[in-house]
């Protein structure tokens, strides 16, 4: 047996994927800054298949069994064949394993999808010899990621990265997510992310109920152009450098994700208490020391606090000092930029 193993880390939004149509493609574009220290490795064993009655895929999930996600993965490759036809004849003994606990509230499926979808391009080319049908393996494994989980498209590339459509850059796609690196000024590259966890508790909404809570929103179409709107100012804004205008756009998807979920029908609160706990005294903070940190939310109840490494020092005694008494169990997870 042929054995490949591969590892991805998670990312977090900065201007926020939220509505999507067709085959997982995106209402909007977006921005990420993929992490460090979130990782998922993902061991792939192959072999031909011996009878075409065989079970193609066997998955063992933090070192057991799990039929569930065992059955989402098989519907996933008979998916992806139509991309990676090498697929149609192999037999797949995956393992995937996170750093982090899975209990711990952090999505793990950015970086689940996009570790697997790195295993299989690597798969097609030792088998084939070649990437067929994309620019390079890293664009191929984007988009296979994508058809996995929409942000995970992003965490193919370390840095900050954009997926979907936009005029703002040239080369960006629907389809997969494209490195903006290039274009982000230095100041930008060494920001950290302090994930402080609010709630251990798995999600409240699952992605796709999520994304279709888009679908006759009445501010969708309003929410759309802001998003497209945000990623135009935060292009020039990684570019020049601008830290503080950093924080209002972050902040302000943050809040308007989470106002999306509060106006749509169902509705979700998925902030807690502790969540706004968090989000004033980083706002009070700010005002006082003039450091430009700011906090972003995913769809759940936990805060990341973005900030600059220079400031590492004074904003982790001050977590320690002030916040952890709102994280569970005193949980937060000290992250930094992947570049
Ligand atoms: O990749 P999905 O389908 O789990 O959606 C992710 C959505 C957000 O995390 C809320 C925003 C984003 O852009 O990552």
Redesign the pocket.
């Known amino acids: 047996m042929n054995t490949i193993i591969k590892s991805s880390s998670s ?3 900065l201007v ?3 509505g ?1 149509h067709g085959t997982q493609l995106p209402m909007n574009p ?1 921005i ?1 800054m993929t992490l460090k220290n979130a990782i998922t490795t993902t061991s792939i064993r192959w072999k031909e298949l011996e009878k075409s009655n065989e079970q193609k895929v066997s998955l063992l999930f933090e070192g057991k069994n799990n039929h569930d996600f065992e059955k989402r993965l098989a519907l996933f490759i008979d998916h992806i064949t139509e991309y990676i036809p090498v697929l149609k004849n192999l037999k797949l003994d995956v393992e995937s394993s996170n750093s982090f606990p899975h209990s711990s509230g952090i ?1 793990s ?2 970086s689940a999808m996009s570790a697997f979808a790195l295993s299989l391009i690597e798969l097609e080319k030792q088998e084939t010899g070649k990437i067929s049908g994309f620019k390079d393996e890293l664009q191929k494994a984007s988009f296979i990621a994508r058809l996995g ?4 498209a ?1 965490s193919i590339y370390n840095g900050y990265s954009v997926w979907g459509k936009t005029d703002a850059y040239k080369g960006s796609s629907d389809e997969y997510a494209l490195a903006i690196n290039s274009e982000v000024h230095e100041v930008f590259k060494n920001y950290h992310d302090a994930i402080l966890i609010v709630s251990s508790q798995a999600k409240k909404v699952g ?2 109920l ?2 279709s809570l888009m679908n006759n929103h009445p501010f969708a179409a309003e929410r759309f152009k802001q998003a497209e709107n945000n990623i135009v100012q935060l292009k020039d804004i990684l570019k020049n450098g601008e830290q503080h205008d950093y924080t209002k756009v972050v902040e302000s998807e943050a809040l308007s ?1 989470h106002a999306m979920m509060m106006t749509s029908n169902p509705s979700f609160i998925l902030m807690e208490p502790n969540t706004l706990n968090i989000i004033s005294k980083v706002q009070v903070f700010r005002e006082e020391t003039g450091i430009p940190l700011c906090f972003t939310l ?2 759940g109840a936990n805060v990341h606090i973005l900030y600059p490494e220079d400031n590492k020092e004074s904003i982790v005694k001050w977590i320690k000092s002030e916040l952890v008494i709102y994280c569970s169990d005193g949980k937060w997870i000290d992250d930094e930029i992947k570049i």
């Open positions: 990312n977090i939004a926020k994927y939220w999507k977006s990420s999505a499926s950015a989980s929409g942000s995970a992003r992605s796709s999520g994304h994700l995913d769809a």
